[in-house]
T-cell receptor, first 118, second 113 residues
Framework: DTEVTQTPKHLVMGMTNKKSLKCEQH?????MYWYKQKAKKPPELMFV???????INESVPSRFSPECPNSSLLNLHLHALQPEDSALYLC?????????????????FGPGTRLTVL | TQLLEQSPQFLSIQEGENLTVYCNSS?????LQWYRQEPGEGPVLLVT?????EVKKLKRLTFQFGDARKDSSLHITAAQPGDTGLYLC?????????????FGDGTTLTVKP
């Protein structure tokens, strides 16, 4: 089973709303990732959790707040977003996290959440 | 900045034709993945290559990893409309502190019936 699930599939929110994106995997992976993807562009890394600890934050604005309640779950809390934050948000997991000198592990992606900020 | 160049950016062919997509870098990869993505969906892993010179086959898809582990190619034989999508390569460089994956810009493939 190489499934990563994400909810909701679609989300429309106003700039003053607070919402959360959820991601779950049951592959026993110990690293989880959030990516942002604009149309016809590659995914852009936002955050990496390794063994439930935040290991990489790619200088993401504080209006995006990640949370990893346990090794199977990853949340992305959204507050005061801007219209330019509208994108496909992808969650991924890997067996373990990026290791210096050994490279990143193969990542398995979820189906994504299509976010529209009005 | 380590760049991963993917070409061509766009490819439109007729059903039954063959095609090759390339992924190149000046730095050595520890591993490289190929993904296929449909609009509004997440990337689906096709293959991971690790060993220089490695060749992997997945039905009509053939993946090659360069001997020096700096480049890779994806060859599709007798393309079908169902092959339409965005093909992404993602490489993990050895000489980075964080070992993060770097994505190519993608190849948008359209196969016309």
């Amino acid at each position: 089973d190489t499934e990563v699930t994400q909810t909701p599939k679609h989300l429309v929110m106003g700039m003053t709303n607070k919402k959360s994106l959820k991601c779950e995997q049951h592959m026993g992976h110990r690293a989880m990732y959030w990516y942002k993807q604009k149309a016809k562009k590659p995914p852009e890394l936002m955050f990496v959790y390794s063994y439930e600890k935040l290991s990489i934050n790619e200088s993401v604005p504080s209006r995006f707040s990640p949370e990893c309640p346990n090794s199977s779950l990853l949340n992305l809390h959204l507050h005061a977003l801007q219209p330019e934050d509208s994108a496909l948000y992808l969650c991924a997991s890997s067996q373990d996290g990026p290791t210096p000198g050994q490279g990143a592990r193969t990542q398995y992606f979820g189906p994504g959440t299509r976010l529209t900020v009005l | 900045t380590q760049l991963l160049e993917q070409s061509p950016q766009f490819l439109s062919i007729q059903e039954g034709e063959n095609l090759t997509v390339y992924c190149n870098s000046s730095s050595v990869f520890s591993s490289l993945q190929w993904y296929r993505q449909e609009p509004g969906e997440g990337p689906v892993l096709l293959v991971t290559v690790v060993t220089g010179g490695e060749v992997k086959k997945l039905k009509r898809l053939t993946f090659q990893f360069g001997d020096a582990r700096k480049d890779s190619s994806l060859h599709i034989t007798a393309a079908q409309p169902g092959d339409t999508g965005l093909y992404l390569c993602a490489g993990a460089y050895l000489n980075t502190n964080a070992g993060k994956s770097t994505f190519g810009d993608g190849t948008t493939l359209t196969v016309k019936p």
